[in-house]
Structure formats: structure tokens, C-alpha cells
């Protein structure tokens, strides 16, 4: 099975993955590590130096590579990554089990409001652009994280809690 968590940036893709696959024994893989290793690159240099545009194409080239692999794995996608190039009609895929994580935005306004630094998008914002930031993005992504196969809320719930969600729906 290739289990992929999507959702917004801070709602948790990256730890409940590497989480969620230690429990299912199978590989973790985060897609912006995988772009960084593949350019040499970290993200923030490649938005910076390349540009959106091209991020965007190398993200969607990575993941056609991984969803072409065999074997089974927990993916954790970046928060645009639905949103570009037929993205979310990948993960329609019939071997692809697909899952929003879904946070409040004052969940993710707690968790991302110190992270400014490491994340490319948000540089400028303070908390109160932060939260409004967040909703339009969250209202322009809906469509696409709602293509999930199914969603999981995030708020208030320990990793092990919603690792041990997914998991009861993968049964």
C-alpha cells in the first residue's frame, strides 16, 4: 500500500508519517527531502533561486517517480503539492490510499508562527497576516486536499493517536 498524507504545512504530514510507518514497518519518505536530495538544494534555495515554477515541476516529477515505485511506503507531501500541475488526480490511483490531515487554523497558527525561518512561504507574515494567510490558502486547497481518500482531523491528538487512526482506516 502507498500511503499518502497531505495537508497543510504544519498540520503534522512529516512526523505522523515517519511515525505511522515504524508502526507498519514499511519505509517513510518525506517529498521536499527528496527534492532536496535529488537538487542539492534545500527548498527554501530552490524557491529563492529557481523560482516557484520550477520547484513545482520537480516536486511533480518526484512524485510520479514514487508513485511508480512497487513496494509500499508512507509519503508525506508538501502543503501545495495537490494544488499544482494533475497532482491530486495522482493520488486517485487504485494502489494509492490517500489522507488529509486536517488542522484548525489556530492549530496551525500555533505550530507555524515559530517557523517562519525554515519556511519559504511565510517569511514575512506576523500572526495576524499568518491567520489570514493560512485561511486563503486553506479555502484555495480545499478542493484538492478534499480528494483525499479519507480525512483525519489532527487538533488536539497525540501522533500516536492519529497514526493509530490511520491504521484502523487502512483495515
Known sequence: MKIILLGYMGCGKSVIGAFLA???????????????????KSIAELFQTKGEIYFRKKENEVLKTFLAKDNGF???LGGGTPCYYNNHELLLQEDVFSVYLKASVDTLVSRLINEKA?????????????KDFINKHLFDRNF?????TKIVTVDDKSVEQIADEIKALLA
Not at 507498519?24 to 532536496?36: A, K, M, S
Not at 484538492?144 to 483525499?148: E, I, L, R
Open 22 to 40: 515504524e508502526k507498519l514497518q514499511i519505509p517513510f519518505y518525506d517529498l521536499d527531502r527528496e527534492i532536496e536530495k535529488e537538487t542539492q
Open 74 to 76: 508512507v509519503l508525506s
Open 118 to 130: 525554515q519556511r519559504p512561504l511565510l517569511h514575512n507574515q506576523d500572526e495576524v497576516s499568518l
Open 144 to 148: 484538492y486536499y478534499h480528494q483525499a
